[in-house]
């Protein structure tokens, strides 16, 4: 995440309809860069999931790591593995949201996979105890 937004800080970023994900290994392709801004600042959050839920509701999306080992497989529901590990990040998301259902604690998280992935394109992940790393990665960036 750190040297996403430093690229960012000084090349700018682009609107993901000019640049379409295609979720295929390949090369990336040559196009007329529509640079809409760059990063001003950035930083990372604490590890506290109650500070992360804080930040998340005040400034509103955040950029997190995570294990994704599990994201493969999810269908819907809150995921909940028993077993992810939390240093071995391989993945980044956008943390958009959290809520509760019957008495579950859950982040809102976006994906990149397209809308036919997990809960039209967004997942539900336990709340709480750092699964798959959630909370070891977390940034807040203010664009220029």
């Not at 992810?84 to 998280?109: F, R, T």
């Amino acid at each position: 995440m750190q040297n996403a937004f430093k690229f960012l800080e000084t090349t700018g970023f682009e609107l993901e309809s000019d640049y379409k994900y295609t979720a295929r290994d390949g090369k990336c392709h040559s196009t007329d860069y529509k640079s809409q801004g760059t990063v001003a600042s950035w930083k990372m959050l604490s590890r506290d999931e109650k500070e992360i839920a804080a930040t998340l509701a005040e400034t509103g999306p955040l950029s997190a790591a995570v294990n994704a080992s599990w994201f493969q497989m999810y269908m819907g529901g809150i995921m909940n593995p028993y077993i992810c590990n939390p240093k071995k990040l391989d993945h980044g998301i956008a943390l958009v949201g959290y809520g509760e259902e019957s008495g579950k604690p859950y982040w809102i998280i976006k994906n990149s996979w397209n809308s036919s992935w997990g809960e039209k394109g967004y997942c539900r992940l336990h709340r709480g105890s750092g699964k798959c790393g959630i909370n070891t990665n977390v940034c807040t960036a203010t664009l220029a």
